[in-house]
């Protein structure tokens, strides 16, 4: 429990209290009738954290809880997936994230990332923007794997697609890292090394992000070259989430990209997986073309805040 200069208190953990659970459930009922998924969402919250898969911040004043955060760390990465104030306490956002802030640093974490939704989340965005987060705009998208589409891609010769196989590791690690973009960086600042890259395939094998299928990622390799690779996961819903695609730079616009997606879908559809879904930042045009090519539509648009602690101005927010 951390004591700050304004008398409100912190405490973390992997407990909800009862308090803290009825402040979450308040804010589920306050969503609008037109978000019932987001409340759904909200609502599941308190079983995610007693089975474990995430932790709570919690704000008191006195013994009363006034705010709370859910959040899941990865890889020395925060992800705060959901947060709220108990009404009456609005203007509270900037200190709240501060002392978020100050937890997470003293837990090792690298950087904290959300796309604040719910009720009060415009002036959480605002305080995060205050702080030097940065705001990107990503795009999720999905495709039906039983609808059917012509596949028009002639790739180039001599290319083969095989299942991901632990043989390709630093190859992928190789490419994924020579690939990623600095839109992407900005998201996933793991990317911007090849340490990253290779924390963030190990992660993604151990089933910190979503269940690890092997069948369902994919290695392209020419002359035995590795050459592009896509890796996804099964998540909750029963969805195949791809969580990365990419192509050497050398080869790309010869229709790696094409087929490593089409071969997904058709992977997908033999297992009984009935969506595939994926979140793209919206300036990554090559991309967003690729997946609109391959038959996925646009779900939704929504901004990602992330901060890398490192660069968190302790001077200018103490
Ligand atoms: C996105 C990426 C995987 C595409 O791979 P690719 O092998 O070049 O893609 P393909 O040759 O199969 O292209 C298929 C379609 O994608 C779209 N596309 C590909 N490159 C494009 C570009 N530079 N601009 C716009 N659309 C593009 C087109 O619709 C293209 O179809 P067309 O050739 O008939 O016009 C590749 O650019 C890449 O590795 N980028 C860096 C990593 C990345 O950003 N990954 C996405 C993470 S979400």
Redesign the pocket.
Known sequence: MVLSPQGYTLETGSELTDDAERLLIESAVRIPSTGEIDRLYVLGLPDRVRRGELSVITLLKGIEPIGIFCYRSVDLEAELVYGCLKPGNEGLERIFMLQILDELSTQGINAVRSSFSGPGADRFAVAALEMGFRKVSRMSMTRRVDESHTF??K?EPGLNITPWSTNHFEDICRLMYE???AF?RAVYPLFASPEGCRTLLLSIMQDRHGIFIPELSLVATIDDRVV?FLLSSLIVDGSVL?L??????Q???????????ESLISKSAMLGRRQIV????LD???????????GFKQASIFDQYVLELKERDVSRFP
Request: hydrophobic residues 35%; without cysteine; aromatic residues 4%.
């Open positions: 028009t891609y790739p690939a990623s973009e992407d592009g791809i990365d695609i990419a192509v050497d730079s080869h790309r616009g010869n229709g790696i990209g094409g087929k490593l997606l994926l979140a793209v930042t990554n045009e090559p991309a967003i073309g690729l997946y609109r090519k391959m």
